[in-house]
């Protein structure tokens, strides 16, 4: 069956880097658009970031763009969210998504960062 | 950028028929997909392309969409469907995908 699994989320002081990572299974991965998605305590979901399963085309919110990096190693099954320059307000759950049907078919179970000094 | 808009909450009677809007404009052109999420827990596709269920989604849980609101309709609701309750849309004309604000649903 279909499986994500997000990894890489800490407490981290404003400023500070973070890159998370998710595991792929169950799946064509090579062959699937995948996404970040995060959702902040309390709060609804924001669409942060989305990757085509080449990694040529690329797009991020207008919240993550030029602080964050989106990829893939489609030989590991794998995608990463490079995070810099973090902020108190990206403290959130984040969620890797595979792309279907114009929407979010499956999602992983969430990695938590905390941006805090 | 492209804004949708729920109610913040919906409180429905078990048994009864919950009704959840999505106001966007012209949304009735677009493709839209609504999510189930249950506390502590990651969303859950429940309608795609507007009204198709996954595999594994109750006929209970269907969707409509025209003009200007989308709807999600949740009938013979049971408690288990006590969640919130997202829509989602693709912003083409600046390569984002949007969601709505949310909608708490409370079975009474």
């Known amino acids: 069956q279909v499986q994500l699994v997000e990894s890489g989320g800490d407490l981290v002081q404003p400023g500070g880097s973070l890159r998370l990572s998710c595991a792929a299974s169950?799946?064509?991965?090579?062959?699937?658009?995948m996404n970040w998605i995060r959702q902040a305590p309390g709060r609804g979901l924001e669409w942060i970031s989305y990757i085509s399963p080449s990694g040529n085309t690329i797009y991020y919110a207008d919240s993550v763009k030029g602080r964050f990096t989106i990829s893939r190693d489609n030989a590991d099954k794998s995608l990463y969210l490079s995070m810099n320059t973090l902020r108190a307000d990206d403290t959130a759950v984040y969620y890797c998504a595979s792309l279907a049907y114009s929407g979010f078919e499956s999602w992983g179970q969430g990695t938590l960062v905390a941006v805090s000094s | 950028s492209y804004v949708l808009s729920q109610p913040p909450s919906v409180s429905v009677a078990p048994g009864r028929t919950a009704s959840i809007s999505c106001g966007g404009s012209d949304i009735g052109s677009q493709s839209v997909q609504w999510y189930q999420q249950k506390p502590g827990q990651a969303p859950v596709m429940v309608i795609y392309?507007?009204?198709d269920r996954p595999s594994g989604i109750p006929e209970r849980f269907s969707g409509s969409n025209s003009g200007n609101t989308a709807t999600l309709t949740i009938s013979r609701v049971e408690a288990g469907d006590e969640a919130d309750y997202y829509c989602?849309?693709?912003?083409?004309?600046?390569?984002?995908?949007?969601f709505g604000s949310g909608t708490k649903v409370t079975v009474l």
């Open positions: 169950g799946f064509t991965f090579s062959d699937t658009y």
């Open positions: 989602q849309v693709w912003d083409g004309n600046i390569d984002h995908y949007v």
């Open positions: 392309y507007d009204k």
